[in-house]
């Protein structure tokens, strides 16, 4: 029999807060975590502003051993290391183990690894001194790096993954976590996803001309999804992890439950039907969702808000569009839409699971947050939903069922329906 | 240099690397570096790449591989100084 899932345990670094409490509080009180970045008008990028989080490097040593945080120079992982620790300890799981976690894995995505990590290789290489790169830059430049120092340093002995589907990554690896608890080979999955934009990852966006670049001056209000003015998306970093347990675990430990999740789809549009390596496929992202509700046994008027993905694009119209035909609903009948990009930007393989970690706040206590920057809705998107489904303002209500999706480059697609727990 | 200030200034290159600072502070000829200092074999590389950067010398792949205990890296560190 299918094993019911639920949330125990919830960690977040970024832009706009690092730790629950301060993200709660950005989220609520729409705080924007996006700022002028001097290095990127010295680089001559189009784009000057970037969400970043008001990390403390030497922060890590409450997570890691002295020899570990030695050497240790990848950004990504660090955000990494930090969320996920800090969603083992919400859950009052204990960090030191002698034998390994047989029923715990870990799901952990990333695009690339840490490039500044990559680029000190690169040099010492073309300057002929790979002999003194010395041990610790395998495990910081391989992929699955975030992933190997977080199931390390917690002893985690079961499926240890790590997946990388662009934007959609964070939400595939939730859903990746989920699947395996459903079908009963994890009793405990951490799962989420990390990001760290440097320079090279930007100017990579920043080439293709689909950054923000009108609001250097005005760095918090650059993020404007769904807004007449969107101009392209900001580029964010960060990390947030989530521990998913079969319900039967968690009663049994007596743990304190979040939230559940239903279901969810990860497909792809197969780059056909309008979708590109850039553009999804309207039937691809309307089937994912239709999936993922089917999978949940909820109908599209049990939906109280969906978390889009939403950054500030041309998109953006054609993913309310897709929204609208796939829960045939519109107008007023539409549900409530937000995007957690208009404060902290796009964080890419970390949007999936940040902006999931906003989902499972609002279930639990009961709000809406806000998008900011959206005092002049796009008039191609209220041709389709009603103004008052885009909430500029806090809304305080009862949030009982929320779907959230992501979209990413290769025309992937995830998407999941979190519940609030109901013995 | 002297065996002994060498060995002093060796405590300072495997510090980063050794959570057994009972050990470290207690080094001697005979400590072993995987053994007594717990330290990761894999980071023996970083170990000999410091210890080259510190003396500005240059310590062969032969000569590494004989830098087990405290004893033979002061060997070696002194044969290398003193070829200078």
Same mark, same amino acid.
């Given at each position: 029999?299918?094993?019911?899932?639920?949330?125990?345990?919830?960690?977040?670094?970024?832009?706009? $807060?690092?730790?629950?409490?301060?993200?709660?509080?950005?989220?609520?009180?729409?705080?924007?975590?996006?700022?002028?970045?001097?290095?990127?008008?010295?680089?001559?990028?189009?784009?000057?502003?970037?969400?970043?989080?008001?990390?403390?490097?030497?922060?890590?040593?409450?997570?890691?051993?002295?020899?570990?945080?030695?050497?240790?120079?990848?950004?990504?992982?660090?955000?990494?290391?930090?969320?996920?620790?800090?969603?083992?300890?919400?859950?009052?799981?204990?960090?030191?183990?002698?034998?390994?976690?047989? #029923?715990?894995?870990?799901?952990?995505?990333?695009?690339?690894?840490?490039?500044?990590?990559?680029?000190?290789?690169?040099?010492?290489?073309?300057?002929?001194?790979?002999?003194?790169?010395?041990?610790?830059?395998?495990?910081?430049?391989?992929?699955?790096?975030?992933?190997?120092?977080?199931?390390?340093?917690?002893?985690?002995?079961?499926?240890?993954?790590?997946?990388?589907?662009?934007?959609?990554?964070?939400?595939?690896?939730?859903?990746?976590?989920?699947?395996?608890?459903?079908?009963?080979?994890?009793?405990?999955?951490?799962?989420?996803?990390?990001?760290?934009?440097?320079?090279?990852?930007?100017?990579?966006?920043?080439?293709?001309?689909?950054?923000?670049?009108?609001?250097?001056?005005?760095?918090?209000?650059?993020?404007?999804?769904?807004?007449?003015?969107?101009?392209?998306?900001?580029?964010?970093?960060?990390?947030?992890?989530?521990?998913?347990?079969?319900?039967?675990?968690?009663?049994?430990?007596?743990?304190?439950?979040?939230?559940? &999740?239903?279901?969810?789809?990860?497909?792809?549009?197969?780059?056909?039907?309008?979708?590109?390596?850039?553009?999804?496929?309207?039937?691809?992202?309307?089937?994912?969702?239709?999936?993922?509700?089917?999978?949940? $046994?909820?109908?599209?008027?049990?939906?109280?808000?969906?978390?889009?993905?939403?950054?500030?694009?041309?998109? #953006?119209?054609?993913?309310?569009?897709?929204?609208?035909?796939?829960?045939?609903?519109?107008?007023?009948?539409?549900?409530?839409?937000?995007?957690?990009?208009?404060?902290?930007?796009?964080?890419?393989?970390?949007?999936?699971?940040?902006?999931? &970690?906003?989902?499972?706040?609002?279930?639990?206590?009961?709000?809406?947050?806000?998008?900011?920057?959206?005092?002049?809705?796009?008039?191609?998107?209220?041709?389709?939903?009603?103004?008052?489904?885009?909430?500029?303002?806090?809304?305080?209500?009862?949030?009982?069922?929320?779907?959230?999706?992501?979209? $990413?480059?290769?025309?992937?697609?995830?998407?999941?329906? *979190?519940?609030? *727990?109901?013995? | 240099?002297?065996?002994?200030?060498?060995?002093?200034?060796?405590k300072g290159v495997f510090a980063p690397y050794t959570t057994n600072k009972e050990a470290l502070n207690n080094l001697n000829d005979q400590t072993?570096?995987?053994?007594?200092?717990?330290?990761?074999?894999?980071?023996?590389?970083?170990?000999?790449?410091?210890?080259?950067?510190?003396?500005?010398?240059?310590?062969?792949?032969?000569?590494?591989?004989?830098?087990?205990?405290?004893?033979?890296?002061?060997?070696?560190?002194?044969?290398?100084?003193?070829?200078?």
């Amino acid at each position: 029999m299918a094993k019911r899932v639920v949330i125990t345990g919830l960690g977040v670094v970024s832009p706009n $807060g690092i730790g629950i409490p301060a993200f709660l509080n950005a989220i609520q009180n729409g705080v924007s975590g996006i700022q002028f970045i001097p290095l990127y008008e010295e680089l001559n990028m189009s784009c000057q502003v970037s969400g970043q989080p008001d990390f403390v490097w030497d922060s890590l040593q409450n997570y890691i051993s002295e020899v570990s945080f030695h050497g240790l120079k990848g950004t990504n992982i660090a955000y990494g290391i930090t969320a996920a620790l800090d969603a083992w300890a919400d859950a009052g799981l204990d960090r030191e183990t002698a034998e390994p976690h047989w #029923d715990t894995g870990c799901v952990f995505g990333n695009s690339a690894p840490d490039s500044e990590a990559t680029k000190n290789v690169i040099q010492k290489v073309d300057a002929k001194e790979a002999k003194k790169l010395g041990s610790r830059v395998v495990e910081q430049t391989m992929n699955s790096g975030v992933t190997s120092y977080i199931s390390g340093r917690l002893g985690l002995g079961n499926k240890v993954v790590t997946n990388s589907s662009a934007c959609a990554t964070g939400t595939q690896a939730i859903l990746m976590g989920y699947e395996y608890i459903k079908h009963g080979f994890a009793g405990r999955m951490l799962v989420g996803s990390s990001e760290y934009i440097d320079p090279y990852i930007f100017g990579t966006f920043d080439a293709m001309r689909v950054l923000s670049r009108k609001f250097n001056d005005q760095p918090e209000k650059a993020s404007r999804p769904m807004s007449a003015t969107a101009g392209g998306f900001v580029p964010g970093s960060g990390a947030a992890a989530m521990v998913l347990e079969d319900l039967d675990v968690a009663l049994a430990r007596g743990a304190r439950i979040y939230a559940e &999740v239903l279901g969810g789809s990860s497909n792809s549009g197969g780059q056909r039907g309008g979708g590109t390596m850039t553009a999804p496929n309207p039937a691809g992202v309307m089937r994912c969702v239709d999936e993922a509700l089917k999978a949940s $046994g909820v109908d599209p008027q049990q939906i109280d808000l969906i978390s889009g993905h939403l950054t500030a694009t041309m998109a #953006d119209r054609l993913e309310v569009q897709n929204w609208s035909q796939v829960l045939g609903c519109s107008g007023k009948n539409f549900p409530l839409i937000n995007s957690v990009k208009s404060m902290i930007g796009h964080c890419l393989s970390a949007a999936g699971s940040i902006e999931s &970690v906003a989902c499972i706040l609002q279930i639990v206590h009961g709000f809406v947050h806000p998008n900011i920057n959206l005092e002049d809705p796009n008039p191609e998107i209220l041709n389709i939903i009603d103004q008052d489904c885009l909430p500029m303002k806090m809304i305080k209500k009862e949030v009982n069922i929320v779907a959230k999706a992501n979209f $990413g480059f290769g025309d992937v697609n995830s998407c999941l329906i *979190f519940s609030k *727990f109901n013995k | 240099m002297t065996r002994q200030e060498i060995l002093n200034e060796l405590k300072g290159v495997f510090a980063p690397y050794t959570t057994n600072k009972e050990a470290l502070n207690n080094l001697n000829d005979q400590t072993d570096l995987i053994a007594d200092l717990k330290i990761n074999s894999a980071n023996l590389v970083d170990i000999i790449i410091d210890a080259e950067a510190k003396y500005n010398i240059e310590i062969d792949y032969d000569s590494a591989d004989k830098m087990l205990n405290v004893g033979s890296c002061i060997d070696v560190i002194s044969e290398k100084l003193n070829q200078k």
